[in-house]
């Protein structure tokens, strides 16, 4: 019998626990979305989709090159699935998920996002479990220990749950001047988490 839960129905119940956060208005295109997510919130998409068949179908649409080297086929979910498949349907109200955490927290002790204090670096055709796997690994390293970073205290700018993930004819409305984004981030925050070496996957 296949338990695994089906990626609509799994968007579903995300989006009806969003359903009295308050969305922010149309964001300033000059400015960026500086809330980072918990490591809670990156746990919980880690947990999801270990019972959860990625949808193969819509996949092909989007694992094709020159964007993706991801094998059409390959049942494993990269960084690039959990966007398509799951957060950009969820927040198809305009906002990021980072926003619609803040949005559904306003008021409330329990903050899932909060102003980022660790930028992540990874590639979109990586694995999602070896980005969260990395992610698990920086805790127990020098460099956070002498920031004091914690699972509790940290909060990851985590482009797919930060940005307003929009399609392309979207971005090409609201394009972006060069420099702006590492400029944006080295003003912004100060640490930085490589979670994978420039990614190719040859399956």
């Not at 193969?56 to 990269?78: M, Q, T």
């Not at 060069?178 to 988490?193: N, Q, R, S």
Request: glycine share 4%; hydrophobic share 40%.
């Amino acid at each position: 019998m296949d338990d695994t839960i089906p990626v609509g129905q799994a968007v579903e119940i995300l989006r009806k626990s969003f359903v009295n956060a308050t969305v922010p208005p149309t964001q300033d295109a000059s400015k960026m979305n500086m809330l980072g997510v918990s490591w809670e919130v990156i746990q919980g998409f880690r947990s999801l989709i270990q019972d959860m068949s990625i949808d193969l179908l819509a996949a092909a649409a989007y694992r094709k090159g020159p964007i993706s080297n991801i094998a059409p086929d390959d049942p494993a979910w990269h960084t690039r699935d959990i966007c398509e498949q799951l957060i950009k349907p969820i927040t198809r109200c305009g906002c990021s998920y980072s926003e619609l955490l803040a949005g559904l927290s306003s008021g409330s002790d329990d903050h899932q996002a909060a102003p980022a204090n660790v930028f992540v670096s990874h590639a979109w055709d990586c694995p999602f479990e070896q980005v969260c796997s990395a992610l698990e690994t920086f805790f127990d390293s020098e460099h956070a220990r002498s920031k004091g970073l914690t699972q509790g205290n940290t909060f990851f700018w985590f482009d797919i749950f930060s940005v307003r993930q929009r399609n392309s004819e979207e971005a090409q409305v609201d394009p972006k001047p060069e420099g702006w984004w590492m400029d944006t981030f080295l003003v912004a925050i100060k640490v930085f988490v490589i979670t994978s070496p420039a990614y190719t996957n040859t399956s």
